[in-house]
């Protein structure tokens, strides 16, 4: 696969996935918080998700990235994947809560 140059990711190919010998343009965890986002953005359509559960769902990735940072603690690509799609799901929540809410407000301001 190809690098996606406008990505700001590190890259690492100790921290990615790869298929056929090739490692994937971004990382585990962007590969999920990409995934989770792109999943989640059809499903608003009927499914909204709170700014609390959102909150709550991108928690796991700051959880986990700060400890490998910080406490030099190790974590694997799965769990890097796994609390990065809970990311992405909450990201997508989070940005349609704000347009939402975004929307209305200068619908308040026209009226």
């Known amino acids: 696969m190809t690098k996606i140059e406008w990505v700001d990711c590190h890259r690492m190919p ?11 343009p971004v990382c585990a965890r962007c590969t999920g918080i990409y995934l989770g ?4 953005i059809p499903l608003l359509w ?3 998700i709170g700014m609390i559960l959102s909150i709550v ?18 974590s694997t ?7 990065g799609f809970l990311a992405g799901i909450g990201m997508s929540g ?12 200068i619908e ?3 009226s």
Request: proline fraction near 2%; charge should be positive.
């Open 57 to 74: 769902l991108i928690l796991p990735t700051l959880v986990d990235g700060l400890t490998q940072a910080y406490l030099k603690r190790e």
């Open 77 to 83: 690509n799965f769990l890097r994947f796994f609390t």
């Open 46 to 48: 009927f499914y909204q």
């Open 94 to 105: 989070f940005s349609e809560r704000i347009t939402y809410h975004t929307y209305k407000f």
């Open 108 to 110: 308040l301001l026209l």
């Open 37 to 40: 986002f792109f999943v989640m």
């Open 14 to 24: 100790s921290r990615s996935f790869f298929y056929k010998k090739t490692q994937f």
